[in-house]
């Protein structure tokens, strides 16, 4: 199950468990009708098992219910993270630039 802190009016922190033992973390800030899911942590002892979706569900929930027409994240290319952002529903947008000498 997760739960979440209350820190501000912009931020929450977000924790999962398993048996009453601490497993995930995540965090949403909010501004101006934007929410950002900052980052998110598994134990890898708990990993593949639903929690980083759990974590971006539940936050999006939260910033939509708060007023947000917005919700985005950050993330680099084929990694987990982005797999399950767009499983659960967002679309990747890069914009990288490279400079070679």
């Known amino acids: 199950h997760l739960e979440y802190n209350l820190i501000s009016d912009q931020l929450f ?13 995540s965090t949403l800030f909010l ?5 950002y899911l900052a980052w998110a ?6 990993r593949k098992r639903g929690h980083q979706s759990a974590h971006i569900k539940q936050r999006v929930h939260d910033a939509v219910s708060k007023g ?5 994240s950050v993330t680099d290319f ?17 914009n990288y630039i490279f400079m070679a000498k």
């Open 31 to 35: 501004e101006n009708k934007i929410g």
């Open 13 to 25: 922190n977000y924790n999962g468990y398993e048996k009453n033992i601490p497993a995930s973390t």
């Open 68 to 72: 947000c027409d917005c919700v985005f």
């Open 78 to 94: 084929n990694i987990t993270s982005g797999i399950n952002l767009q499983k659960c529903g967002f679309s990747l947008a890069y």
């Open 41 to 46: 942590f598994t134990n890898p002892d708990y």
